[in-house]
């Protein structure tokens, strides 16, 4: 059972356009993270959200943390094609297991 | 330091056949942990570490084994492949024990059973 719901799960737009990713769950979690993956690599941390309703931006990246603390999106105002990639979401469950659980991910592909 | 590493890059293997992928980090990181990612799916916990010699389950373990006798290494074992363990497996790290723990994942082991 996936713990966390990305959607959606491709998109492709033009350069410029604006976006929104969105990860969601029935569980609450302790933190949630977003990582960013290039073909044929590992993915990279981007951010980490803790508190309920908590904004992050990054550039021209704006992360959501919900306020409680089930869900997040990530939006990406004008998007440039170094853009392009597999978003992923994470979250961190508390307690004694602390183990991260992964969303299932969106590719975005951003055309010149 | 070269952060997260894993060997080989590249298997195939058949069917019945065993096998261990090698991961190695020198970050010194308390927290190790083995994913495997299929399309669609995103990344799926197999198996993890909070210290030497202490591992657990995560969400998908049946067909794995590990151990982690040094904090340096977290290998991974199969030991009878099946097709449906065709994936890509990362290994991660981290420090462990905060809210903001990043991991870093190695390179992937792309692993086609046939």
């Known amino acids: 059972t996936q713990l966390l719901e990305q959607s959606p799960q491709f998109l492709s737009i033009q350069e410029g356009e604006n976006l929104t990713v969105y990860c969601n769950s029935s569980s609450v979690f302790s933190s949630l993270q977003w990582y960013r993956q290039e073909p044929g690599e590992g993915p990279v941390l981007l951010v980490t959200?803790?508190?309920?309703?908590e904004v992050k931006k990054l550039k021209r990246l704006t992360f959501q943390f919900g306020d409680a603390r089930k869900d997040s999106s990530l939006h990406i105002t004008a998007a440039q094609p170094g853009d392009t990639g597999l978003y992923l979401c994470?979250?961190?469950?508390?307690?004694?297991?602390?183990?991260?659980?992964f969303g299932t991910g969106t590719l975005l592909a951003v055309q010149p | 330091n070269a952060g997260v590493t894993q060997t080989p890059k590249f298997q195939v293997l058949k069917t019945g056949q065993s096998m261990t992928l090698q991961c190695a980090q020198d970050m010194n990181h308390e927290y190790m942990s083995w994913y495997r990612q299929d399309p669609g799916m995103g990344l799926r916990l197999i198996h993890y570490?909070?210290?030497?010699?202490?591992?657990d389950q995560g969400e998908v373990p049946n067909g794995y084994n590990v151990s982690r006798s040094t904090t340096e290494d977290f290998p991974l074992r199969l030991l009878s492949a099946a097709p449906s363990q065709t994936s890509v497996y990362f290994c991660?790290?981290?420090?462990?024990?905060?809210?903001?723990?990043?991991?870093?994942f190695g390179p992937g082991t792309r692993l086609t059973v046939l």
């Open positions: 570490s909070v210290g030497a010699g202490i591992t």
């Open positions: 991660a790290s981290s420090r462990g024990g905060s809210l903001y723990n990043e991991q870093f």
């Open positions: 994470a979250g961190l469950l508390g307690g004694a297991t602390n183990k991260l659980i």
């Open positions: 959200v803790v508190t309920g309703g």
